[in-house]
C-alpha cells in the first residue's frame, strides 16, 4: 500500500458502516488495516441484493483495501491471536455496544497496559460519555435526534425525511479517521497512544452548522426548506424544459448575471429582489418567477450560458450518470480493482488527493477470511500453530485462496 499513512497497522474490529469508513479512509490513505471477521463475517456480508457473483456489494464497498481475517473471539485461543495482534499495532478501531471490549478483556484500561502506544479508537450510537453511552444507534436514529429529519424534505407540514444516504454513518467514521490522523501525529511525536471516541449523534449534529446558527442567533428553529438555502437565494433546484437544474446565484454580481442570462433585466428593478436578504423574504415569489423563465428551455441550454457567463450551476445527476461522469473519471473517483472470486470491480476513490504521498484504491475487499494465515505468519506464529488454530475453529482460512 501507498499513502501518508504507509507503516500505520490498524486492527479494525468493526462492522456494517461507520467503523469500516474510519478504516477504509486510513487504508486508502496507505494504512495496513486488518479486518477482524467473526465465523460468519461482517453483517454487510448479507445486505443482499445485490450481490455480483455471489459476493455483497455492500460489504465489497466498504472493505476495498484492508486484509481480512476470520477469530473465533469466544475462544480463549482466539482472544490470545488478537491481543497479540493489538500488541503491535498502532491503532484499534472497534463499534461495538458499551462494556463488550471489557468484558473480552480488551478494554482502554486493559490494552493500553499491553500497548502504550494504542489509539483505541470508539465509534458508537452516541458516544462513550453522557446518558445515552448504553443505547445503540443507527444512522436513522441519530438523524432524528440531532434535528437533520426536521430541515429536510419539502416544507412545513409534511412528513419528515431523512438524508438519502446516511450521512451519520459516513460522516462519523470520516470524523473518527481524522481523530486517528491527529491521534497517530501525537504518536510518532511523543510514543504516547490515547483514546478517540466519536458517535452517529455527534457527527449527525454536525451537519447542522447553518441551521443551528439560525436558532442560536433567534430562538427559532428553521423547517426543511426542499432544495433552498437558509441563508441564500436563489439557491436551489428549477425545473427546466426536460429536467433540473441546480442554481448558486445568491451573491449579487451572480444575481446580476443571471438576471442577465435569463434576459429579465426588470428583475433588476423589482424592489422584491434588490438584496439576498429581500430575495430571502420574498423567496416564494422568486422561485415563482425564475421557474416560470427556466420551464422554457432544456437543461442542456440553461447549462451552457450560465456556464458561459460564470454562474455556479449543475444538472441534478442520478447515481450512474455521475458514476461517468467525465470529472467524475478525471479525479479517479470510480477506480476498478481486480476481486478474486468476482474478476474487475468498481468501487469509489479516495476523495482526498495528495502531491507527494498518493493514496488509492490497490486492493478489493477480501474474501472471508482471505488473509488469516498472512496475518497469523506474521504475526510470529508458525505454519504449524497457524494451522491447528484454524483446525481448532480459533481461526479461519478461506482455502480455495490460501
Not at 428553521?222 to 433552498?228: E, K, Q
Request: proline share 6%; net charge negative; charged share 20%.
Amino acid at each position: 500500500m501507498s499513502g501518508p499513512l504507509q507503516g500505520c497497522r490498524v486492527i479494525e474490529l468493526a462492522h456494517i458502516m461507520a467503523g469500516p469508513v474510519a478504516g477504509l479512509m486510513l487504508a486508502d490513505m496507505g494504512a495496513d488495516v486488518v479486518k477482524v471477521e467473526k465465523a460468519q463475517g461482517d453483517d454487510t456480508r448479507r445486505f443482499v441484493p445485490p450481490t455480483i457473483n455471489g459476493e455483497s456489494a455492500a460489504f465489497m464497498m466498504m472493505n476495498r483495501n484492508k486484509r481480512g481475517i476470520v477469530l473465533d473471539l469466544k475462544s480463549a485461543q482466539g482472544l490470545e491471536v488478537l491481543r497479540r495482534l493489538l500488541r503491535d499495532a498502532d491503532v484499534v478501531i472497534e463499534n461495538y455496544r458499551l462494556g463488550t471490549m471489557e468484558k473480552l478483556g480488551l478494554g482502554y484500561e486493559e490494552l493500553r497496559k499491553l500497548n502504550p502506544g494504542l489509539i483505541y479508537a470508539e465509534i458508537s450510537g452516541f458516544g462513550r460519555t453522557g446518558p445515552y453511552a448504553h443505547r445503540g444507534g443507527f444512522d436513522l436514529i441519530a438523524q432524528g435526534m440531532s434535528g437533520l429529519m426536521s430541515i429536510t424534505g419539502e416544507g412545513a407540514g409534511r412528513p419528515p425525511v431523512k438524508v438519502g444516504a446516511p450521512v451519520s454513518d459516513i460522516t462519523a467514521g470520516i470524523l473518527l479517521a481524522m481523530g486517528i490522523a491527529a491521534a497517530y501525529s501525537h504518536k510518532l511525536k511523543t510514543g504516547e497512544g490515547q483514546k478517540v471516541d466519536t458517535s452517529l449523534f455527534e457527527a449527525a449534529i454536525t451537519q447542522t452548522y447553518w441551521q443551528s446558527a439560525i436558532t442560536f442567533a433567534t430562538g427559532s428553529s428553521p423547517g426543511p426548506m426542499g432544495s433552498a438555502h437558509p441563508m441564500n437565494a436563489p439557491y436551489q433546484a428549477f425545473e427546466t424544459a426536460d429536467g433540473w437544474i441546480n442554481i448558486g446565484a445568491a451573491n449579487q454580481t451572480n444575481w446580476e448575471r443571471l438576471v442577465h442570462v435569463l434576459g429579465a433585466p426588470e428583475l433588476n428593478d423589482d424592489p422584491r429582489f434588490a438584496s439576498n436578504a429581500e430575495r430571502i423574504v420574498n423567496r416564494e415569489a422568486l422561485e415563482y418567477v425564475l421557474s416560470v423563465i427556466l420551464r422554457t428551455r432544456s437543461t442542456a441550454e440553461w447549462l451552457e450560458a450560465l456556464e458561459t457567463s460564470g454562474i455556479p450551476a449543475g444538472p441534478v445527476l442520478s447515481i450512474d450518470e455521475m458514476h461517468n461522469d467525465p470529472q467524475t473519471l478525471a479525479r479517479d473517483m470510480v477506480p476498478e480493482v481486480a476481486h478474486p472470486v468476482v474478476g474487475a470491480v468498481r468501487t469509489l476513490g479516495l476523495p482526498v488527493k495528495f502531491s507527494e504521498t498518493p493514496g488509492g484504491v490497490q486492493r478489493a475487499a477480501p474474501v472471508l477470511g482471505q488473509h488469516t494465515r498472512e496475518v497469523l505468519l506474521e504475526a510470529g506464529y508458525s505454519q504449524a500453530e497457524v494451522e491447528d488454530m484454524i483446525r481448532a475453529g480459533a481461526a479461519r482460512q478461506e482455502e480455495s485462496l490460501a
